[in-house]
């Protein structure tokens, strides 16, 4: 149960690493970065399906922090 909690924990942060990367598009460049951007596109290119185009472009990764720490509450 506490590793399981601990990729989530793991994922929330990429989630938010993601998140900063979005605001500053010269981090966009390094190669690390990349790989950061492709585990957090799983999540977020299907939330996005979802939300309505005029929210703010970082309204994705807050939906899918929220849905994270549901799924670690109901865990």
């Known amino acids: 149960m506490g590793l399981i909690r601990l990729i989530l924990k793991l994922y929330i942060f990429v989630i938010i ?10 981090l966009k460049e390094f190669e690390p970065t990349k790989y950061v951007q492709q585990a957090a596109s799983y999540s977020l290119n299907f939330v996005r399906k979802f939300l309505s185009r005029e929210l703010p472009f970082f309204s994705a990764h807050l939906v899918v922090i929220v849905m994270v720490y549901v799924v670690m509450a109901i865990w």
């Open 17 to 26: 690493f993601d998140l900063i990367i979005e605001f500053f598009p010269k």
